[in-house]
């Protein structure tokens, strides 16, 4: 999966792929690229959870965020807590009580939006599952420029002189805000733009989980 | 009999607070705790504050020290927040490395800083490739009744607004830097910001400046960071319950309302220091 930078037009998403079940013991795994930037998620579960760690109405979801290099700091920490509550949100955690979800999101490339990346390989993962959810979710993420020109899907260099990046995470029922988070500053007007465009692109995510589902369930 | 019932069921017991628009600490949905600021209380920092919002309380500290630049950015010194959770505020947190909560609060502090255009950071600059002013701002919990993002932004806003850095000379033949033990000079604050926090309480109320019970109890929980001339610096909403677009802009109205009176309470708390 190749993209160009050049070819990334202000109302085009870059290319998405996946690649569902590529690993074998996670309950569900997928590997979701939006360019040039790719993370891979596995999901195991329900199953056993550390006594003391145990919910007794709902199961413990926790997530796990492995940065490509190095450790993870605090940088990670703040990423896993996005993702976590995004997917607890959708999960239905009441169907398992006393048992857990763990999630893991390990980076494989970095080229922009890697949040909004993140969170829709962690669902794809847990469609592959095959868990219970209420709904699923896509995020995605757009950038304004200088003269106040938007990007949808800007790559890591785009996003470098850009006025205000918003990344954001849409439930497929309601079309509701589900999480947010935003880097530099707009006014009112642009944000409802920025959101604007950033449900279309989650509007394309939709789509592409319903293909990539059909994809992976028609092959013989 | 109330608090065994609030024990036992806690939702149930808000909700019949709720029903009534009322919540259990006798505030509106839409009302924010009462609060306090104090500047300047620790001497030994360039730049100090405390606040009070309700019975959440941060204390701020701000040092500054000498620092060698990035070498992409000669004349820019830095700003090195840390947010600090420690087991005295609440039974939630135990000694030892800091929580999930506490980095999380720093990460959001730190990126708040970066896109808010707070300050010029050239004016930390003390000599070009060489020295800068690094300032460190540690914000500390001292009781921790939920919304700890917002008070940590008014403390940390407040602190900066009343650091005093002395005026530093370099000597041309020794190369070592001096401090004026007279002159000194505040920041110039180009932009400043606050944070409004609701917490959605059953998928369905929206309430503002939570306290720690509702936090817990929250389905879902949202911070809007406003600057003062109404620009939106980061709407911060790490998943739970899904709102609507109707709902976001009467949070964005009412973190509007909130940062203006933010402002206005630093402005006269640093004036009264001042007189």
Not at chain 1, 80 to 92: G, H, K, W
Not at chain 1, 196 to 211: G, I, L
Not at chain 2, 89 to 98: D, H, N
Request: hydrophobic letters at 40%.
């Amino acid at each position: 999966m190749t993209s160009n930078p050049e070819n990334n037009s202000s109302v085009e998403i870059r290319p998405i792929g996946s690649l569902q079940s590529c690993i074998s013991k996670p309950d569900g795994s997928a590997v979701f690229t939006q360019g040039d930037t790719s993370v891979m998620a596995a999901v195991y579960g329900p199953g056993d959870v550390k006594p003391n760690k145990a919910l007794m109405d709902k199961a413990t979801v926790t997530v796990t965020y492995k940065p490509k290099i190095g450790i993870s700091g605090v940088r990670e920490k703040a990423l896993e807590r996005m993702i976590r509550n995004t997917c607890e949100t959708v999960l239905l955690t009441t169907l398992f009580p006393r048992s857990s979800v763990d999630i893991i999101v390990q980076e494989i490339q970095d080229a922009g939006a890697l949040l909004a990346c993140s969170i829709n390989a962690a669902c794809l993962a847990m469609i592959n599952a095959g868990i219970p959810m209420k709904c699923t979710v896509a995020a995605s993420c757009c950038m304004m420029g200088k003269d106040e020109e938007l990007i949808m899907d800007p790559t890591k260099e785009q996003t470098k002189d850009a006025e205000c990046v918003l990344t954001s995470a849409i439930d497929s029922s309601a079309h509701s805000l589900i999480a947010s988070s935003m880097q530099g500053s707009c006014s009112v007007e642009q944000y409802h733009k920025l959101m604007s465009v950033c449900q279309k692109a989650c509007d394309k995510v939709f789509e592409f989980y319903r293909e990539a589902m059909e994809r992976t369930l028609s092959k013989p | 009999m109330a608090a065994e019932f609030k024990t036992a069921q806690p939702v149930e017991y808000y909700k019949q607070f709720l029903k009534e628009e009322v919540r259990p600490d006798g505030r509106e949905l839409g009302e924010i705790r009462s609060t306090i600021l104090n500047v300047g209380s620790i001497s030994t920092a360039h730049g100090s504050a405390l606040v009070k919002l309700g019975n959440t309380t941060v204390v701020c500290g701000i040092k500054g020290e000498f620092a060698s630049p990035t070498v992409e950015e000669p004349k820019k010194g830095y700003l090195v927040p840390n947010v600090d959770l420690p087991p005295l505020c609440s039974a939630q947190f135990k000694p030892g490395p800091p929580s999930i909560q506490a980095q999380v609060t720093s990460q959001l502090v730190a990126d708040t800083l970066l896109s808010s255009n707070l300050l010029n950071y050239e004016d930390l600059c003390i000599k070009e490739g060489n020295m800068v002013w690094v300032l460190y701002c540690d914000m500390m919990c001292l009781d921790y009744d939920g919304n700890i993002i917002d008070a940590c932004l008014i403390a940390l806003l407040a602190a900066l607004r009343n650091v005093r850095l002395p005026v530093v000379t370099i000597d041309e033949d020794t190369g070592l830097a001096e401090l004026s033990s007279t002159e000194d000079r505040s920041l110039n604050i180009v932009n400043q910001f606050a944070a409004t926090t609701f917490s959605v309480f059953d998928d369905s109320i929206l309430l503002v400046d939570p306290t720690v019970e509702e936090e817990d109890l929250a389905t879902g929980l949202m911070t809007v960071i406003v600057t003062q001339d109404g620009r939106l610096c980061n709407i911060h909403k790490p998943g739970g319950t899904p709102l609507s677009t109707d709902q976001i802009q009467d949070c964005i109205g009412r973190a509007q309302t909130r940062a203006k009176e933010i402002c206005s309470l630093i402005d006269d708390t640093l004036d009264s220091i001042e007189r």
